[in-house]
Protein backbone atom coordinates (compact mmCIF):
# COMPACT_ATOMS: atom_id res chain seq x y z
CA UNK A 1 0.00 0.00 0.00
CA UNK A 2 3.04 2.21 -0.61
CA UNK A 3 1.19 5.05 -3.21
CA UNK A 4 3.43 8.03 -3.71
CA UNK A 5 7.35 7.57 -2.26
CA UNK A 6 9.60 9.99 -2.25
CA UNK A 7 13.53 10.14 -1.57
CA UNK A 8 15.10 11.64 0.07
CA UNK A 9 13.18 13.31 2.71
CA UNK A 10 15.40 16.12 3.79
CA UNK A 11 18.54 17.11 1.87
CA UNK A 12 21.13 19.69 2.18
CA UNK A 13 22.72 21.10 -1.24
CA UNK A 14 25.87 23.73 -1.30
CA UNK A 15 25.42 26.35 -3.97
CA UNK A 16 25.87 24.92 -7.50
CA UNK A 17 26.01 21.07 -6.56
CA UNK A 18 23.32 19.28 -8.45
CA UNK A 19 20.92 16.53 -6.85
CA UNK A 20 18.05 14.35 -7.99
CA UNK A 21 14.54 13.95 -5.99
CA UNK A 22 13.12 10.18 -6.84
CA UNK A 23 9.44 9.85 -7.04
CA UNK A 24 7.57 6.17 -7.63
CA UNK A 25 4.42 4.89 -7.68
CA UNK A 26 2.81 1.79 -7.95
CA UNK A 27 -0.87 2.85 -8.74
CA UNK A 28 -0.29 2.08 -12.77
CA UNK A 29 -1.13 5.88 -12.91
CA UNK A 30 -0.31 7.90 -16.06
CA UNK A 31 -0.27 11.47 -15.02
CA UNK A 32 2.39 12.39 -12.61
CA UNK A 33 3.57 15.80 -11.34
CA UNK A 34 6.00 17.44 -8.94
CA UNK A 35 5.25 20.55 -7.48
CA UNK A 36 7.00 22.94 -4.84
CA UNK A 37 5.67 24.24 -1.76
CA UNK A 38 7.13 27.60 0.00
CA UNK A 39 5.81 29.53 2.61
CA UNK A 40 2.26 31.11 2.02
CA UNK A 41 2.63 30.30 -1.13
CA UNK A 42 1.05 27.48 -1.83
CA UNK A 43 1.95 25.02 -4.16
CA UNK A 44 3.50 25.80 -7.10
CA UNK A 45 3.96 23.36 -10.49
CA UNK A 46 7.13 22.82 -11.68
CA UNK A 47 6.73 19.90 -14.62
CA UNK A 48 4.36 17.06 -15.03
CA UNK A 49 4.01 14.02 -17.34
CA UNK A 50 0.86 12.17 -19.48
CA UNK A 51 2.82 8.90 -19.61
CA UNK A 52 6.58 7.54 -20.24
CA UNK A 53 8.26 9.40 -22.48
CA UNK A 54 6.12 12.95 -22.41
CA UNK A 55 6.78 15.86 -20.29
CA UNK A 56 6.09 19.29 -20.17
CA UNK A 57 6.61 22.43 -18.04
CA UNK A 58 4.72 23.28 -15.67
CA UNK A 59 4.29 26.91 -14.13
CA UNK A 60 7.94 27.17 -12.92
CA UNK A 61 10.18 24.70 -14.83
CA UNK A 62 13.44 27.07 -14.77
CA UNK A 63 16.91 24.94 -12.63
CA UNK A 64 14.67 22.18 -13.26
CA UNK A 65 14.63 18.61 -15.40
CA UNK A 66 13.01 15.74 -15.46
CA UNK A 67 12.24 12.22 -17.47
CA UNK A 68 9.80 9.50 -17.59
CA UNK A 69 11.25 6.57 -18.65
CA UNK A 70 8.40 4.34 -16.93
CA UNK A 71 5.49 4.69 -15.99
CA UNK A 72 6.39 3.97 -12.20
CA UNK A 73 9.34 6.78 -11.82
CA UNK A 74 9.12 10.47 -12.52
CA UNK A 75 12.66 12.15 -11.16
CA UNK A 76 12.90 15.91 -10.95
CA UNK A 77 16.85 17.10 -11.40
CA UNK A 78 18.21 19.92 -9.78
CA UNK A 79 21.39 21.11 -12.00
CA UNK A 80 22.89 23.83 -10.21
CA UNK A 81 21.44 24.20 -6.73
CA UNK A 82 20.22 27.89 -5.97
CA UNK A 83 19.20 29.06 -2.71
CA UNK A 84 15.60 30.09 -4.94
CA UNK A 85 15.04 26.61 -4.78
CA UNK A 86 14.78 26.35 -1.12
CA UNK A 87 11.98 24.34 -0.72
CA UNK A 88 9.61 21.37 0.34
CA UNK A 89 9.14 18.97 -2.94
CA UNK A 90 6.14 16.96 -3.67
CA UNK A 91 5.46 14.23 -5.93
CA UNK A 92 1.79 13.62 -7.25
CA UNK A 93 0.35 11.14 -9.37
CA UNK A 94 -3.33 10.72 -11.04
CA UNK A 95 -5.13 8.00 -13.02
CA UNK A 96 -6.35 10.88 -15.14
CA UNK A 97 -9.60 10.28 -17.76
CA UNK A 98 -12.65 9.37 -15.72
CA UNK A 99 -11.52 10.22 -12.22
CA UNK A 100 -12.19 14.11 -12.25
CA UNK A 101 -8.74 14.96 -11.52
CA UNK A 102 -8.22 13.69 -7.89
CA UNK A 103 -4.19 13.87 -7.40
CA UNK A 104 -2.32 11.38 -4.91
CA UNK A 105 0.71 13.09 -2.82
CA UNK A 106 3.52 11.51 -1.70
CA UNK A 107 5.31 12.99 2.31
CA UNK A 108 7.61 15.46 0.55
CA UNK A 109 11.14 16.22 0.27
CA UNK A 110 12.49 19.26 2.21
CA UNK A 111 15.62 20.65 0.24
CA UNK A 112 17.61 23.69 1.92
CA UNK A 113 20.26 25.16 -0.70
CA UNK A 114 23.07 27.07 1.66
CA UNK B 1 -5.09 33.19 -16.13
CA UNK B 2 -6.80 30.58 -13.51
CA UNK B 3 -6.05 31.52 -9.92
CA UNK B 4 -7.82 30.45 -6.18
CA UNK B 5 -8.19 32.86 -3.74
CA UNK B 6 -8.54 31.82 0.09
CA UNK B 7 -8.90 33.36 3.37
CA UNK B 8 -5.58 34.44 5.27
CA UNK B 9 -4.36 32.55 7.89
CA UNK B 10 -3.92 31.42 10.82
CA UNK B 11 -7.23 30.49 11.62
CA UNK B 12 -7.52 29.53 15.52
CA UNK B 13 -10.45 28.21 17.56
CA UNK B 14 -11.77 26.29 20.49
CA UNK B 15 -12.82 23.08 20.03
CA UNK B 16 -16.33 22.35 18.64
CA UNK B 17 -16.41 25.83 17.40
CA UNK B 18 -18.35 26.21 13.27
CA UNK B 19 -15.22 26.57 10.95
CA UNK B 20 -15.33 28.43 7.38
CA UNK B 21 -12.68 29.14 5.41
CA UNK B 22 -13.61 31.06 2.25
CA UNK B 23 -12.37 30.24 -1.53
CA UNK B 24 -13.14 31.85 -4.85
CA UNK B 25 -11.80 31.37 -7.87
CA UNK B 26 -11.43 32.62 -11.14
CA UNK B 27 -11.18 30.26 -14.55
CA UNK B 28 -12.02 30.74 -18.21
CA UNK B 29 -13.33 27.10 -18.40
CA UNK B 30 -15.86 25.03 -16.23
CA UNK B 31 -13.82 24.05 -13.29
CA UNK B 32 -13.58 21.05 -10.98
CA UNK B 33 -13.13 22.10 -7.75
CA UNK B 34 -11.27 20.21 -4.60
CA UNK B 35 -10.49 20.86 -1.20
CA UNK B 36 -7.03 19.61 0.05
CA UNK B 37 -5.59 19.05 3.71
CA UNK B 38 -2.34 18.50 4.71
CA UNK B 39 -1.55 17.50 8.42
CA UNK B 40 1.95 18.06 9.69
CA UNK B 41 5.04 16.70 8.42
CA UNK B 42 2.33 15.03 5.30
CA UNK B 43 1.66 15.27 2.40
CA UNK B 44 -1.72 16.67 0.41
CA UNK B 45 -4.52 14.64 0.84
CA UNK B 46 -7.85 15.08 -0.96
CA UNK B 47 -10.71 16.22 1.66
CA UNK B 48 -13.51 16.49 -0.66
CA UNK B 49 -14.34 17.60 -4.42
CA UNK B 50 -17.17 19.03 -6.24
CA UNK B 51 -17.49 18.65 -10.43
CA UNK B 52 -20.44 20.82 -11.40
CA UNK B 53 -22.49 23.91 -10.10
CA UNK B 54 -24.47 23.17 -7.34
CA UNK B 55 -22.55 19.92 -5.92
CA UNK B 56 -21.80 19.65 -2.29
CA UNK B 57 -18.68 17.62 -1.26
CA UNK B 58 -18.59 16.16 1.92
CA UNK B 59 -16.24 14.46 4.31
CA UNK B 60 -15.30 13.71 7.57
CA UNK B 61 -18.05 16.70 8.68
CA UNK B 62 -16.66 19.30 6.27
CA UNK B 63 -18.86 20.41 3.58
CA UNK B 64 -18.59 22.64 0.39
CA UNK B 65 -20.98 23.71 -1.90
CA UNK B 66 -19.96 24.80 -5.86
CA UNK B 67 -21.47 28.21 -6.31
CA UNK B 68 -21.04 29.18 -9.59
CA UNK B 69 -22.92 32.02 -9.54
CA UNK B 70 -20.62 33.48 -6.96
CA UNK B 71 -17.56 31.53 -7.88
CA UNK B 72 -17.11 30.37 -4.47
CA UNK B 73 -16.30 26.95 -2.96
CA UNK B 74 -16.48 27.75 0.93
CA UNK B 75 -15.21 24.95 3.03
CA UNK B 76 -17.46 24.66 6.28
CA UNK B 77 -17.70 22.09 9.62
CA UNK B 78 -20.12 22.56 12.60
CA UNK B 79 -17.90 21.22 14.98
CA UNK B 80 -14.15 21.47 14.70
CA UNK B 81 -11.90 18.82 17.00
CA UNK B 82 -8.37 19.00 18.01
CA UNK B 83 -7.30 16.65 15.15
CA UNK B 84 -8.75 18.83 12.27
CA UNK B 85 -5.45 21.00 12.96
CA UNK B 86 -3.88 20.96 9.38
CA UNK B 87 -3.26 23.56 6.24
CA UNK B 88 -6.14 23.27 3.97
CA UNK B 89 -6.00 24.33 0.36
CA UNK B 90 -8.80 24.71 -2.21
CA UNK B 91 -7.64 23.82 -5.54
CA UNK B 92 -8.89 24.25 -9.22
CA UNK B 93 -8.86 22.15 -12.09
CA UNK B 94 -9.91 22.76 -15.52
CA UNK B 95 -11.28 20.16 -18.42
CA UNK B 96 -8.68 19.39 -20.85
CA UNK B 97 -5.32 20.72 -18.72
CA UNK B 98 -3.77 17.37 -18.07
CA UNK B 99 -5.57 16.99 -14.46
CA UNK B 100 -3.29 19.75 -13.16
CA UNK B 101 -4.14 21.56 -10.01
CA UNK B 102 -4.30 25.74 -9.43
CA UNK B 103 -4.36 25.76 -5.77
CA UNK B 104 -4.93 28.62 -3.15
CA UNK B 105 -2.25 29.83 -0.83
CA UNK B 106 -3.64 27.46 2.17
CA UNK B 107 -4.94 28.61 5.42
CA UNK B 108 -3.28 27.21 8.73
CA UNK B 109 -6.34 25.69 11.07
CA UNK B 110 -5.51 25.40 14.66
CA UNK B 111 -7.37 24.12 16.84
CA UNK B 112 -7.11 24.44 20.76
CA UNK B 113 -8.72 22.18 23.34
Known amino acids: NAGVTQTPKFRILKIGQSMTLQCAQD?????MYWYRQDPGMGLKLIYYSVGAGITDKGEVPNGYNVSRSTTEDFPLRLELAAPSQTSVYFC?????????????FGEGSRLTVL | GDSVTQMEGPVTLSEEAFLTINCTYTATGYPSLFWYVQYPGEGLQLLLK?????DKGSNKGFEATYRKETTSFHLEKGSVQVSDSAVYFC????????????FGKGTLLTVNP
Open chain 1, 92 to 104: ASSYGQGNTGELF
Open chain 2, 50 to 54: ATKAD
Open chain 1, 27 to 31: MNHNY
Open chain 2, 91 to 102: ALTLRGSNYKLT
